[in-house]
């Protein structure tokens, strides 16, 4: 069973900073990419940040030029480094990743969520 574990959520005022992480587990065969996702209150989720296997790096619009995801990709991590944080930023944070768990000759990919970080942004 594949399973992302994140930690790092919390309260900040806005303006500061707050840095996620996020670490997959379980049995994996390939990784092929994992990302951020957040779901504030009475809104969909939505991407925010995600890193593809070669690197190719994706930010919402909103989070350009504050956020920076990261890897370490010997321990299937990822980070979210958050800055000049917004109280529209306040939500839900998920940690998503596409995993191939088992080889075959077409590998199968699926999608996994963690169990989701609430981050605060007060005024």
């Known amino acids: 069973q594949v399973q992302p574990v994140e930690s790092g959520g919390g309260l900040v005022q806005a303006g500061g900073s707050l840095r996620l992480s996020c670490t997959a587990s379980?049995?994996?065969?390939?990784?092929?990419?994992m990302g951020w996702c957040r779901q504030a209150p009475g809104k969909q989720r939505e991407s925010v940040a995600h890193i593809c296997y070669n690197g190719n790096i994706n930010y919402v619009d909103s989070v350009q030029g504050r956020f920076t995801i990261s890897r370490d990709a010997a321990n299937n991590t990822i980070y979210l480094q958050m800055d000049m944080l917004k109280r529209e930023d306040t939500a839900d944070y998920y940690c998503k990743e596409r995993v191939a768990a088992v080889p075959a000759a077409v590998l199968r990919y699926d999608d996994y969520w963690g169990q989701g970080t609430q981050v605060t942004v007060s005024s």
């Open positions: 379980g049995s994996i065969y390939r990784l092929n990419g």
